[in-house]
């Protein structure tokens, strides 16, 4: 089974102001102060250049104790339950059986004190994350199979998406069935009659 979407963004704007494209996934759970994490940022791509790049299916977690240290990267799945809870040689981030299924990735602070940051990653890179989780609370991941592209200015990769952000110009795309596709921005220009970005999604090739 295929494990990535093989995606390319194409530039054909009239863009004159060298905005930033970003991509991420929305966590359904998030308030919308932190809707998500800029899992892609692509920079100075010209008229007509193309940007290729792969969306892994597969997520990881890790969390962030008080004092500073980071769980190894570990594979979770929709539906499963993890703890960070403490073992023989320090803290450890555990997988919890049964786990009660469904779409929800559930991370639990089972320490007894001390506050924890919680991730969940694609490839390594952040993709959503919920800070500040106190004893006996817990964080919440849910993605729907889509995915979130947009144009913005001073965005970051590993930058909060939040509501005014996504007031500009993101637009929503499926990912159902998909193995690849090809992103293209269109719009833009440097005078009144210029028109807004805008994303489609083309060539699509399916599973």
């Not at 909060?160 to 833009?188: C, D, P």
Request: charged share 15%.
């Amino acid at each position: 089974m295929n494990n990535t979407i093989k995606l390319t963004f194409h530039n054909l704007s009239n863009d004159r102001n060298n905005s930033r494209i970003v991509i991420f996934q929305r966590n359904e759970q998030a308030s919308l102060d932190d809707l998500g994490i800029a899992w892609k940022v692509i920079q100075n791509c010209g008229f007509d250049e193309t940007h290729p790049f792969e969306l892994p299916l597969n997520m990881q977690a890790s969390v962030a104790d008080s004092y500073g240290n980071f769980s190894p990267l570990v594979d979770v799945v929709p539906g499963q339950t993890l703890a960070y809870q403490t073992a023989p040689s320090g803290y450890r981030l555990l997988p919890v059986e049964p786990s009660p299924g469904g779409v929800v990735v559930q991370i639990n602070n089972s320490l007894p004190q001390g506050v924890i940051h919680a991730g969940i990653y694609k490839n390594g890179t952040l993709l959503a994350r919920k800070k500040n989780i106190c004893p006996e609370d817990l964080a919440l991941f849910e993605f729907k199979p889509t995915i979130w592209v947009g144009a913005a200015s001073q965005i970051e990769q590993g930058d909060s998406m939040n509501s005014a952000v996504m007031n500009q110009t993101f637009k929503e795309f499926s990912l159902l069935g998909l193995r690849s596709a090809t992103i293209v921005m269109q719009g833009g220009g440097g005078d009144r009659n210029a028109l807004p970005l805008t994303f489609e999604l083309t060539d699509r090739v399916m599973v």
